[in-house]
């Protein structure tokens, strides 16, 4: 088959892999009909994430159809289209019994953090991706969710990763109605939090980045204010200002490692790798929200450690919660706003490429040119 591979840092190559196969009897392979590139794929290009293998496939966001199962399948058959959420869980463990998929013991037993996930480094288990013609999908009971035969497949592509993690990203903030609600990164993952927080209720929402095509897009996609921190003279000041000098009640930080920031934070977390990612937009959230508010983090950090904050969050008596989104738990009602016209998931997509044309997709959106907020591979044939 054709797949996209990992030659080292800053560099992808679409070559020839041998076609994955059926490796446990839970297993199915699946034709990929759409692939998105993610911006946590990013973080592996830029050689970011530790264990990342010369030769590996990348792509956790995408649908397929099944055309082989394990002989323990039973709620899949060959022809069946189906999206797949991007962590792999066994369905049975102690975590995913608690409905914490993307803490899943048994995927990725070598480590106690993440639960295994689809192209995405041997630390999160070393399984192939979904950039290529075929992939191989474990535990097809429990993940895969079967696409309706009345929606495309780009409508539910985003319920794999990015619809799920932005509502799990407004839903750990604790909005109940009427809250005020910033947001950092106007990316996918941050717009569909801004989407999100509306369905939940907010009273206001405002999306901070410093692209101004993203936060045009933002503006008109999730009808938010937009703040651009390279126009102002202190962001956090400004947003302060902004909810009556306290701050909002509630900050989502979308971005992540990589977040633009000090050249100390730069140096540190992205030259010598003694931080992971340097938390900048992190320490945004923590100084900006209002005293007892609530802090989500969905954005991306990895290992060892940060300079985080932590005591000023402790004196604001703040409540910060995080972790790798759950996806399988919010499929079906995510599934629903879509099919009403509550939120139009493919509305983010701005350029779809064949799989041969992967790399220049990866070099437009690591760049941000073009208007680029989504891209999307079609793996069979021109997108």
């Not at 945004?284 to 609530?294: A, D, L, S």
Request: with cysteine; hydrophobic share 40%.
């Amino acid at each position: 088959m054709r797949a996209l591979t990992y030659q080292g840092p800053y560099r992808v190559e679409v070559e020839n892999k041998p076609d994955p196969r059926i490796e446990h009897p839970q297993d199915v392979i699946l034709k990929v009909t759409r692939a998105a590139i993610c911006g946590s794929d990013l973080h592996l290009l830029h050689g970011l994430v530790p264990d990342t293998r010369v030769g590996c496939t990348f792509g956790h966001e995408f649908t397929g159809e099944v055309v082989e199962t394990g002989r323990e399948v039973s709620q899949l058959k060959k022809g069946d289209r189906v999206v797949v959420p991007f962590n792999i869980s066994c369905g049975t463990c102690f975590y995913c019994q608690r409905g914490l998929t993307g803490n899943c013991e048994n995927s990725n037993p070598a480590s106690d953090v993440a639960s295994g996930v689809f192209g995405y480094s041997h630390t999160t288990g070393g399984f192939d991706g979904g950039q290529a013609e075929y992939v191989r999908v474990p535990f097809a009971d429990v993940g895969p969710m079967k696409i309706p035969d009345d929606m495309d497949d780009e409508s539910v592509l985003f319920l794999s990763d990015i619809f799920p993690t932005g509502y799990q990203g407004a839903e750990m903030g604790e909005i109940k109605g009427g809250e005020t609600v910033v947001v950092f990164g106007a990316g996918p993952v941050g717009l569909f939090t801004m989407k999100s927080a509306w369905l939940m209720g907010a009273g206001r929402v405002v999306a901070v980045d410093h692209v101004p095509e993203r936060l045009a897009f933002a503006a008109h996609y999730a009808k938010v204010e937009t703040v651009n921190f390279k126009e102002v003279d202190d962001v956090v000041l400004h947003l302060k200002d902004m909810f009556d000098g306290r701050g909002p009640d509630v900050c989502v930080d979308a971005v992540g490692m990589e977040a633009e920031g000090s050249r100390a934070h730069r140096v540190l977390g992205l030259g010598l790798k003694m931080e992971a990612g340097a938390p900048t937009v992190l320490t945004w959230c923590i100084n900006t929200v209002r005293k007892g508010g609530n802090v989500s983090i969905v954005g991306v950090y990895g290992p060892p450690w940060n300079f985080i904050p932590i005591g000023t969050a402790m004196n604001k008596g703040l409540t910060l919660r995080m972790n790798q989104c759950n996806v399988r738990r919010y499929m079906p009602r995510l599934l629903e706003h879509i099919r009403s016209g509550r939120v139009d998931a493919k509305a983010i997509i701005t350029h779809r490429f064949s799989l041969e044309q992967a790399p220049e997709a990866y070099h437009l959106f690591a760049q941000k040119r073009d208007g680029c907020i989504k891209c999307v591979l079609a793996p069979h044939g021109h997108a």
